[in-house]
């Protein structure tokens, strides 16, 4: 049993593995906003196998950590985990719940919506508050150019999937709140699905995740050997630039870009790469750029932290260096 | 005695679907005859069939390989009945977003454009980036509308320049939008998005009125005729693409200049000149610099699409299907100096496939202000 008033707000905070999505903690930053402003309590609701993972939220301003943990909640599944945190719901009856707009979080959404009997809003890309303290979530429509505001005026819990980066990622900052570990009542027959085992389908390398990516472009000639070298010991990932990838250096997967992946790592190495806007478009979310470029007037240098200047030979052969010492 | 059809599959006519289509492009009077097929650059190198696309849409199924079109337009220059086979496609692919069946990366393209205002997702505020040393004298009843590509690739916002520097050169008073100016909207228009398309033409339409614009010159051709059509509803300004507006300027004796002896071949873009005809005012400048011209066999009407077009620039084109290559290879077989053409997903296309270390790809407005003085 926790002890939570009734009428708070509550984020579903989805775990991949002893972490948190960022989606997930952006929701607990414009959810304290909200909760402040409504002068209510905020509490991070958190499922898995354990408990433990949930201290790290406190962290991000909550009044009260919630982690429903359960030998049968190992892996995600849409039945056990809406049983579980429905229960929860039911006994602490929260105004607000708020998913990040995930594979998972909207099969979870969907199917709570139903067993609460309540309104959801999907997919949405701003949230604000109206006079009588219902929460409005926009959802753009493309079908025709349109934007909808949404609210669940008459039932409770108000509930809402939000797009990932749409909310700013909060600092992490003195732990507050407290921390309540329950172990749900389950059973097998309460289980959807089991997981036997997890493999990846069909491309391995995920682009959009890695935090470091080493990239070659044309100037690289085709010898990737030292790019790769590179991308191993920085522990990240090669990708490449539609030249590089068309001419068969490299794998499509890796191809960045308007017509590849769009990244977001906190360090992009940009080897021999001119800077075209179709590439550069896929790097803008890099936390840090570094490019060598023998041309000191190519586009790239706009877009990055630090130029070189030179042949990219020495440059990579220097670093290779430096990280085996 | 009529024979049973073998099909399980019972054939469903969706009556109201074809009225609407046909309303607008005159799709009824498709007799079926295959030109337009015959005519597509893409039926050898792609299962793509402009007649078949026709013949499933009267059944009420939208062909999934509409989206490997680049609204070339060479099927509606060929069709015998007048069909508005572009039109068709990109209706088709409006009831597309409906179902939600579309390739990956047209959604961004589209949050990019209703967010930021522009194709690439950047920062509106870096729209003026541009300009850099430019001085534009920001009076008179003339607008230079730059559009996104020019406007954020570095590559294009050197023929923004130039056309800047030529009008500059030649006294015309004009303003640019800078940070102010909004997507023209022909990407969304040519991925079947009609309703953001509509809406940034009434955006830029109100934008043109509060600076009194009567004249607007554009460095893309498909911003050329996405405003040409669009703002013909709202009475808007005079919409002109640059080559024609500079051919006017060397003409009048405003621009004077010769550029370096040597031999270009023009590549025509689909949206200047099957789209909106414009044919000779580039081929013009680019003599009157003291060019010698060379044609491809395939030029004016019968020009061979880039590959850019309809949306393709955010889609992936397996490397056996692009266009792009064969015309650049068709460019050096002429034997010029020099491929030029007048627009930035043409430039942008050709420069990174391969051929073009043998041809370089240049801009008409950047070979007229090379060599031109006031």
Redesign the interface.
Known sequence: MIDVREGGIWVYAERRGDSFLPVSLELMGKAREIADRLGVELTALTVGRDGGAGAQLRRYGPDHVLELAHPLLTTYDAKAYATAISAELRRSKPSTLLLGATRNGQDLAGRLAIRMRTGLTAHVTALELDDRQNLIGWV?G?????EAGVSCPVRRPQMVTVKPGVFPLPESGTPTGDVTKVVPELSEKDVGSRRISFEPKGSTVDLTRAGVIVVGGRGTGGDFTRIERLAHLLGGEVGAT??AT?AGWVE?DR?IG???V?THPELALVFGAS????FT?GI?GANTVIAVNRDPAA?IF?HADLGIVGDLGPVVDSLLRALAA | MVEESKSSVPIRFDDEAWEALAATTNANRCFQCGTCTAACPLADSTPMRVRALIRRAQFGETDPLIWKCMTCAECNASCPRGVDIVGLVRHLRQEKWRTREVPKGLPTLLWGIYSDGNTFHLPPKDRAAWMKDVKVPGRGSTLLYVGCTASYDPRAQRTARSVAKLLNLAGVEFQVMGTDEVCCGEAARSVGNVGLYDDLQQRNSDAFRKRGVERVITISPHSFDALKVGQSKYGGPQVVHYTQALEELVDSGKVVGTVEKRTVTYHDPCYLGRHQGVFEPPRRLLELSGLTLVEMANNRAQSLCCGGGGGRMWMETDPLERPGSRRVSEAAGTGADLLATACPYCISVFESERGSEVIPVTDVAELVASGAKG
């Not at chain 1, 493309?142 to 349109?146: E, K, N, Q």
């Not at chain 1, 800077?275 to 179709?278: D, H, L, R, S, Y």
Request: no cysteine; hydrophobic share 35%.
């Open positions: 753009p493309f079908g025709g150019g349109i539609r030249v068309d499509r191809m308007q017509t590849g769009i800077g075209a806007v179709q478009v803008e586009p706009d």
